[in-house]
T-cell receptor, first 112, second 114 residues
């Protein structure tokens, strides 16, 4: 069964304090791993797609990395506006469909 | 370019009532999806469509029906609402091209069934 586990569930950091969020996954065949950001009362906003182990993507203070079993979202010198819930999802390699299997998310709070 | 829009934003139903949620996208995406999001459960796929006139079941399809009569619209129906269907519903869409698999989400519909 395809499964995604994110840790920690919640994380509080001070502004400028760097850290990492973890996404562990099991999937029969990985087509892609996705990171989304979700603000309260809004829909998930796409951040990154990673397709193969060793791949890295960066956007402002965020960097996503991928291994064969997990992905990390590194946050460097975060600001209060980075506060949000970060969702990880895997897309199994299933012909004819693009289903996403989501983790429960990590709620990140950056204190000024 | 509005992206993915959902109607309505909020709705309160009584047990046994019916309703339809409308999703529209203006990105010419082939694939469309309906998810529900519950505390501690994450996002779960209800139904999806790989093209106009097609629909398929996702992870939690019971109690819901869908239709994709036009490429840009995907409707989610609840024939007889139950309190267990209280949730936030998200619609998403994506290209079918091999180079781009990311899904783009709408703002959500918060549904309460009493």
């Amino acid at each position: 069964e395809d499964q995604v586990t994110q840790s920690p569930e919640a994380l509080r950091l001070q502004e400028g304090e760097s850290s990492s969020l973890n996404c562990s996954y099991t999937v029969s065949g990985l087509r892609g791993l996705f990171w989304y950001r979700q603000d309260p009362g809004k829909g998930p906003e796409f951040l990154f797609t990673l397709y193969s182990a060793g791949e890295e993507k960066e956007k402002e203070r965020l960097k996503a990395t991928l291994t064969k079993k997990e992905s990390f979202l590194h946050i460097t010198a975060p600001k209060p506006e980075d506060s949000a819930t970060y969702l990880c999802a895997v897309q199994p390699r299933v012909q004819g469909a693009q289903k996403l299997v989501f983790g429960q998310g990590t709620r990140l709070t950056i204190n000024p | 370019n509005a992206g993915v829009t959902q109607t309505p934003k909020f709705r309160v139903l009584k047990t046994g009532q019916s309703m339809t949620l409308l999703c529209a996208q203006d990105m010419n995406h082939e694939y469309m999806y309906w998810y529900r999001q519950d505390p501690g459960m994450g996002l779960r796929l209800i139904h999806y469509s790989v093209g106009e006139g097609t629909t398929a079941k996702g992870e939690v399809p019971d109690g819901y029906n869908v239709s994709r009569l036009k490429k840009q619209n995907f409707l989610l129906g609840l024939e007889s609402a139950a309190p267990s269907q209280t949730s936030v519903y998200f619609c998403a869409s994506s290209y079918s091209a091999r180079s781009s698999y990311e899904q783009y989400f709408g703002p959500g519909t918060r549904l309460t069934v009493t």
